[in-house]
């Protein structure tokens, strides 16, 4: 049972640049969050989708932007990076279907903005 | 309302003793309870969950206890070991469908050989 997949595992970019990031979900999973963590954080609730659409949003300005596509995967876009960006981005699927509270998180995507 | 406070920050245990990490809530529409482990360089890995209508659940050497009056909830590691060394992190959700997890800031446990 594969569990939830993200691509790159690293990147580095350049202030300015625009960034994608994927992830997979766990089998049987319907729905992906997005975190943010920081060195030293915890992580920060950056975005969910469900059935396609953005249905929650944390305190992350528009710059941060989301797809989800008829699989069930995600991308996460980050426009006009900021040196603050550089962070471990987390991917988190969970199952509305299945009405579980329990979200498992990949490995991460480590950004680096110079 | 939306924090999630976690104590202590670091924690070093003995091969064999007790590991204990506490948080504390506010806001009272949370729901869910989870613990989390993360390794250096690695996403966090589900441990243990509890909801608010039990006041202790267990797993192996895994142990969290919930004190819904205090608004407070630990995380009890048994017989601690090496391989336990990790950084944990205490979470919460509400239950208004959406599971946004809110976390603590972590406690960086060592446990010595």
């Known amino acids: 049972d594969a569990g939830v997949t993200q691509s790159p595992t690293h990147l580095i970019k350049t202030r300015g640049q625009q960034v994608t990031l994927r992830c997979s979900p766990k089998?049987?999973?319907?729905?992906v969050s997005w975190y943010q963590q920081a060195l030293g954080q915890g992580p920060q609730f950056i975005f969910q989708?469900?059935?396609?659409?953005?249905?929650q949003r944390g305190n992350f300005p528009d710059r941060f932007s989301g797809h989800q596509f008829p699989n069930y995967s995600s991308e996460l876009n980050v426009n006009a990076l900021l040196l603050g960006d550089s962070a471990l981005y987390l991917c988190?699927?969970?199952?509305?279907?299945?009405?579980?509270?329990?979200?498992?998180f990949g490995p991460g995507t480590r950004l680096t903005v110079t | 309302q939306q924090q999630v406070k976690q104590s202590p920050q670091s924690l070093i245990v003995q091969k064999g003793g007790i590991s204990i990490i506490n948080c504390a809530y506010e806001?009272?529409?949370?729901?869910?309870f989870p613990w989390y482990q993360q390794f250096p360089g690695k996403g966090p890995a589900l441990l243990i969950a509890?909801?608010?209508?039990?006041s202790e659940k267990k797993e192996g050497r895994f142990t969290i206890s919930f004190n819904k009056s205090a608004k407070q909830f630990s995380l009890h590691i048994m017989d601690s070991q090496p391989g336990d060394s990790a950084t944990y992190f205490c979470?919460?959700?509400?239950?208004?469908?959406?599971?946004?997890?809110?976390f603590g800031t972590g406690t960086r446990l060592l446990v010595s050989p």
């Open positions: 806001n009272t529409a949370f729901d869910y």
């Open positions: 989708y469900y059935e396609e659409e953005e249905r």
């Open positions: 509890i909801r608010p209508d039990v």
């Open positions: 979470a919460a959700s509400m239950n208004t469908g959406f599971q946004k997890l809110v």
């Open positions: 089998s049987g999973h319907d729905t």
């Open positions: 988190a699927s969970s199952s509305e279907l299945k009405g579980s509270y329990e979200q498992y």
